[in-house]
Structures are given as structure tokens and as C-alpha cells.
């Protein structure tokens, strides 16, 4: 058997075709431009895919980059939240130990707040980045994104009665 006919009788599975193409696209000499809904329906069209399907295809990837995007957007809030907590917990606890030093007192009482205050500041932080699954993610999610759809709305009626 030659290499012709060995290359006609392999087969792959659908995973592996992605792979494959994946890697030849991103080969391919003009992999930064991009593909045209026209090629996109050419190449769905030789590959035997009625339009139908590749357009619902589409819209559900259309559908996971939005999700996607909105837990981009949760991520950042959950940083930028973590961030103000810390910056108020160095603020007040450098404040709170200069003040203890100051005093002269013999007991440390600063660092007890310091400790225990730690501690919550360091759960958030754990929950930041070690906690991006499961029902607690998904719960703070969702509450985000009911309050971020009531700050919406609000905004919309206020700027239709201003």
C-alpha cells in the first residue's frame, strides 16, 4: 500500500479534526486575518454542514462568548473588590499599630485586630483565586448579576426622566 492510499483510509473523530484544523489555521500563512461569514459558509458547505446548523452553532457560540465576557467582568469586580478591602485593611491597621506604639502600652492590642481582621481579608482572597467553580461561585455570581441588571435598569429610568 502506498502513502496515497494509506492517506485515504484514515480516519478521525470529530476532536480530532478540530485539533487538526486548529493547528493548520494557526500555520496557515494569514492566521492573523480573519474569516469572512462568506468563507465561514464556504467551508461549512464543504464539509457538508446544511446552513441551518452552522447558524444555530453560531449563535450558541455567540451565546458562551457573552457568558464568557460576563464572568470576565465578574472577575475583575471580585479583584477590584478584594483590592479596596485590602487597602482599607493596611490603612487602618498601620494607623491602628502606630497608635498602639505610640501609647506604650505593654499589650499588643493592635495586633489582635490585625490577626483576626487578616484572616477574613485572607478568605476573600482565597476565594478569589482558588474558588471559580461550584454553587457558592455560582450563587455570588448571580447575585452580581441581579444587582448589575437593577443598576442598569435604575440608570435607564433615570436618564429617560432626565
Partial sequence: MNSSEQSLTRSYSQEDVQQILNIALAQHPHADTELS??????IAEELRIAPGTLEL???KWLAQQ????KYQEFEIYRRSKLQNKFGKYAITNVCLVALNFLTGFGVPWSLYVLIF??????????KLFYQRQGEAYNRAFQSWERKRKIQKSITG?????V
Wanted: proline share 0%; aromatic share 10%; net charge negative.
Fill in 66 to 69: 457573552q457568558a464568557n465576557d
Fill in 57 to 59: 452553532a453560531e449563535n
Fill in 37 to 42: 461569514y462568506a468563507q465561514l459558509l464556504e
Fill in 117 to 126: 481582621w487578616g484572616m477574613g481579608v485572607s478568605l476573600d482572597a482565597w
Fill in 157 to 161: 429610568l433615570i436618564d429617560k426622566l
